[in-house]
Protein backbone atom coordinates (compact mmCIF):
# COMPACT_ATOMS: atom_id res chain seq x y z
CA UNK A 1 0.00 0.00 0.00
CA UNK A 2 1.42 3.21 -0.54
CA UNK A 3 2.13 5.72 2.20
CA UNK A 4 2.46 9.23 2.78
CA UNK A 5 3.96 10.95 -0.87
CA UNK A 6 6.25 13.89 0.20
CA UNK A 7 7.74 16.25 -2.59
CA UNK A 8 10.04 17.58 -2.82
CA UNK A 9 12.31 15.34 -1.26
CA UNK A 10 15.07 17.90 -0.88
CA UNK A 11 14.27 21.95 -1.46
CA UNK A 12 17.15 24.52 -1.79
CA UNK A 13 16.31 28.57 -2.24
CA UNK A 14 17.10 31.73 -1.74
CA UNK A 15 15.64 33.78 0.69
CA UNK A 16 12.53 35.96 -0.21
CA UNK A 17 11.51 33.23 -2.59
CA UNK A 18 8.23 31.32 -2.17
CA UNK A 19 8.40 27.43 -1.45
CA UNK A 20 5.79 25.38 -1.69
CA UNK A 21 5.61 21.80 -0.32
CA UNK A 22 3.10 19.03 -1.34
CA UNK A 23 1.63 15.81 0.48
CA UNK A 24 -0.24 12.96 -0.67
CA UNK A 25 -2.11 11.37 2.42
CA UNK A 26 -2.77 7.74 2.49
CA UNK A 27 -6.43 6.57 0.79
CA UNK A 28 -9.13 6.83 3.26
CA UNK A 29 -7.34 9.38 6.01
CA UNK A 30 -9.27 11.79 7.52
CA UNK A 31 -6.88 13.21 9.05
CA UNK A 32 -3.84 15.39 7.91
CA UNK A 33 -0.87 16.81 9.61
CA UNK A 34 1.70 19.15 9.22
CA UNK A 35 5.14 19.24 11.35
CA UNK A 36 8.55 20.90 11.34
CA UNK A 37 11.50 19.13 12.91
CA UNK A 38 14.79 20.94 13.65
CA UNK A 39 18.08 19.91 15.53
CA UNK A 40 17.12 22.93 18.13
CA UNK A 41 13.03 22.42 18.60
CA UNK A 42 12.35 18.92 17.96
CA UNK A 43 9.00 17.81 15.87
CA UNK A 44 6.46 20.57 16.15
CA UNK A 45 3.09 20.69 14.70
CA UNK A 46 2.26 23.53 12.42
CA UNK A 47 -1.81 22.91 11.39
CA UNK A 48 -3.92 19.93 11.01
CA UNK A 49 -6.91 19.21 9.18
CA UNK A 50 -10.05 17.12 9.29
CA UNK A 51 -11.94 16.08 5.99
CA UNK A 52 -9.88 18.82 4.38
CA UNK A 53 -10.84 21.62 6.91
CA UNK A 54 -7.66 22.97 9.12
CA UNK A 55 -8.74 22.48 12.62
CA UNK A 56 -5.89 23.51 14.52
CA UNK A 57 -3.26 26.33 13.22
CA UNK A 58 -2.17 27.31 16.15
CA UNK A 59 1.15 26.05 15.66
CA UNK A 60 2.07 27.79 12.34
CA UNK A 61 5.22 30.05 13.16
CA UNK A 62 3.73 33.36 11.04
CA UNK A 63 1.82 34.91 8.51
CA UNK A 64 4.45 33.71 5.59
CA UNK A 65 2.77 30.19 6.77
CA UNK A 66 0.16 29.02 5.18
CA UNK A 67 -1.51 25.75 4.61
CA UNK A 68 -4.73 24.33 2.24
CA UNK A 69 -6.16 21.14 1.50
CA UNK A 70 -8.23 21.51 -1.46
CA UNK A 71 -9.73 17.37 -1.58
CA UNK A 72 -9.24 14.40 0.23
CA UNK A 73 -5.81 13.49 -1.32
CA UNK A 74 -3.65 16.77 -1.38
CA UNK A 75 -2.27 19.00 1.06
CA UNK A 76 0.75 21.94 0.53
CA UNK A 77 2.13 24.14 3.06
CA UNK A 78 3.15 27.46 1.14
CA UNK A 79 6.09 29.59 2.82
CA UNK A 80 6.05 33.19 1.29
CA UNK A 81 8.69 34.62 1.81
CA UNK A 82 10.67 32.09 2.86
CA UNK A 83 13.93 33.10 5.51
CA UNK A 84 16.70 30.81 6.80
CA UNK A 85 15.26 30.47 9.91
CA UNK A 86 12.59 28.04 7.68
CA UNK A 87 15.38 25.69 7.25
CA UNK A 88 14.31 22.39 8.63
CA UNK A 89 12.65 19.20 7.61
CA UNK A 90 9.10 19.22 6.85
CA UNK A 91 6.66 16.21 7.50
CA UNK A 92 3.01 15.72 6.33
CA UNK A 93 1.27 13.00 8.65
CA UNK A 94 -2.42 10.86 8.14
CA UNK A 95 -4.28 9.58 10.15
CA UNK A 96 -7.83 7.95 10.17
CA UNK A 97 -10.67 8.15 13.11
CA UNK A 98 -11.92 10.45 15.73
CA UNK A 99 -8.63 9.78 18.36
CA UNK A 100 -6.72 6.48 19.52
CA UNK A 101 -5.36 5.75 16.43
CA UNK A 102 -1.68 5.81 15.09
CA UNK A 103 -0.43 8.94 12.64
CA UNK A 104 1.51 7.84 9.41
CA UNK A 105 4.39 9.75 8.21
CA UNK A 106 5.93 10.52 4.89
CA UNK A 107 9.43 10.77 4.64
CA UNK A 108 9.73 14.54 4.81
CA UNK A 109 11.29 17.48 2.73
CA UNK A 110 14.24 18.41 3.72
CA UNK A 111 14.24 22.53 3.18
CA UNK A 112 17.35 25.17 3.58
CA UNK A 113 16.75 28.52 2.80
CA UNK A 114 20.04 30.12 1.73
CA UNK B 1 20.78 12.48 7.87
CA UNK B 2 20.32 13.73 11.34
CA UNK B 3 16.84 14.38 12.44
CA UNK B 4 17.40 15.91 16.06
CA UNK B 5 19.48 17.44 17.80
CA UNK B 6 23.00 16.46 19.41
CA UNK B 7 21.55 16.80 22.55
CA UNK B 8 19.35 13.80 22.25
CA UNK B 9 19.49 11.12 25.35
CA UNK B 10 21.36 8.56 23.68
CA UNK B 11 21.26 4.28 25.04
CA UNK B 12 24.32 2.00 23.75
CA UNK B 13 23.53 -1.33 23.98
CA UNK B 14 25.70 -4.48 22.68
CA UNK B 15 23.86 -6.02 19.45
CA UNK B 16 21.73 -9.06 21.01
CA UNK B 17 20.83 -7.73 24.28
CA UNK B 18 17.91 -6.06 25.79
CA UNK B 19 16.86 -2.50 24.98
CA UNK B 20 14.85 -0.57 27.30
CA UNK B 21 13.89 3.12 26.52
CA UNK B 22 12.31 5.52 28.73
CA UNK B 23 9.78 8.28 28.22
CA UNK B 24 8.02 10.67 30.65
CA UNK B 25 4.31 11.94 29.41
CA UNK B 26 3.23 15.33 30.74
CA UNK B 27 -0.93 14.86 30.60
CA UNK B 28 -2.86 12.87 33.02
CA UNK B 29 -5.59 13.09 30.60
CA UNK B 30 -3.89 11.61 27.80
CA UNK B 31 -5.57 8.32 26.59
CA UNK B 32 -3.40 7.14 24.07
CA UNK B 33 0.39 6.50 23.59
CA UNK B 34 2.42 5.58 20.74
CA UNK B 35 6.26 4.80 20.24
CA UNK B 36 7.93 5.73 16.58
CA UNK B 37 11.14 4.78 15.35
CA UNK B 38 12.74 7.64 13.09
CA UNK B 39 15.71 6.01 10.84
CA UNK B 40 18.21 8.68 9.37
CA UNK B 41 16.61 10.66 6.50
CA UNK B 42 13.18 8.98 6.44
CA UNK B 43 9.91 9.50 8.84
CA UNK B 44 8.52 8.13 12.20
CA UNK B 45 7.97 5.33 11.45
CA UNK B 46 4.93 3.44 13.87
CA UNK B 47 6.17 0.39 15.98
CA UNK B 48 3.61 0.17 18.66
CA UNK B 49 0.67 1.70 20.30
CA UNK B 50 -1.46 1.16 23.67
CA UNK B 51 -4.42 2.42 25.51
CA UNK B 52 -4.58 3.80 29.05
CA UNK B 53 -6.86 0.66 29.96
CA UNK B 54 -4.53 -1.78 29.11
CA UNK B 55 -0.73 -1.55 30.90
CA UNK B 56 1.18 -3.78 29.00
CA UNK B 57 0.73 -4.53 24.97
CA UNK B 58 3.55 -6.73 23.07
CA UNK B 59 4.12 -6.91 19.64
CA UNK B 60 7.12 -8.64 17.51
CA UNK B 61 10.43 -8.17 19.75
CA UNK B 62 8.80 -5.05 20.93
CA UNK B 63 6.65 -4.33 24.24
CA UNK B 64 5.33 -1.41 25.69
CA UNK B 65 4.79 -0.74 29.43
CA UNK B 66 2.31 1.32 30.48
CA UNK B 67 2.60 3.10 33.94
CA UNK B 68 -0.57 6.05 34.68
CA UNK B 69 0.38 6.30 38.18
CA UNK B 70 3.93 8.13 37.59
CA UNK B 71 3.26 8.67 33.97
CA UNK B 72 5.66 6.58 32.78
CA UNK B 73 6.16 4.70 29.73
CA UNK B 74 8.49 2.13 28.18
CA UNK B 75 9.52 0.64 25.06
CA UNK B 76 11.26 -2.88 25.16
CA UNK B 77 13.14 -4.02 22.54
CA UNK B 78 14.57 -7.54 22.74
CA UNK B 79 17.28 -9.18 21.03
CA UNK B 80 18.35 -5.97 19.67
CA UNK B 81 20.02 -5.78 16.08
CA UNK B 82 21.96 -3.00 13.99
CA UNK B 83 18.79 -1.98 12.43
CA UNK B 84 16.95 -1.09 15.13
CA UNK B 85 19.40 1.71 15.46
CA UNK B 86 17.45 5.13 15.09
CA UNK B 87 15.63 7.73 17.20
CA UNK B 88 12.86 6.64 19.22
CA UNK B 89 10.17 9.01 20.18
CA UNK B 90 7.24 8.31 22.44
CA UNK B 91 3.74 10.61 21.89
CA UNK B 92 0.41 11.10 24.07
CA UNK B 93 -2.80 11.49 22.64
CA UNK B 94 -6.49 11.09 22.68
CA UNK B 95 -6.83 14.93 24.48
CA UNK B 96 -7.81 16.36 21.13
CA UNK B 97 -9.02 14.52 18.15
CA UNK B 98 -6.09 12.55 16.80
CA UNK B 99 -3.77 15.00 17.89
CA UNK B 100 -0.37 13.65 18.99
CA UNK B 101 2.41 15.27 21.40
CA UNK B 102 5.91 14.18 20.41
CA UNK B 103 8.82 13.64 22.93
CA UNK B 104 12.18 14.54 22.18
CA UNK B 105 13.46 11.29 21.23
CA UNK B 106 16.08 8.88 22.67
CA UNK B 107 18.73 7.87 20.23
CA UNK B 108 19.78 4.12 20.22
CA UNK B 109 23.04 3.01 19.12
CA UNK B 110 24.06 -0.77 18.36
CA UNK B 111 27.24 -1.67 18.57
CA UNK B 112 28.31 -5.10 16.84
Known amino acids: DAGVIQSPRHEVTEMGQEVTLRCKPISGHDYLFWYRQTMMRGLELLIY????????DSGMPEDRFSAKMPNASFSTLKIQPSEPRDSAVYFC????????????FGDGTRLSIL | GESVGLHLPTLSVQEGDNSIINCAYSNSASDYFIWYKQESGKGPQFIIDIRSNMDKRQGQRVTVLLNKTVKHLSLQIAATQPGDSAVYFC???????????FGGGTRLMVKP
Open chain 1, 49 to 56: FNNNVPID
Open chain 1, 93 to 104: ASGKGSSNQPQH
Open chain 2, 91 to 101: AEGGNAGNMLT
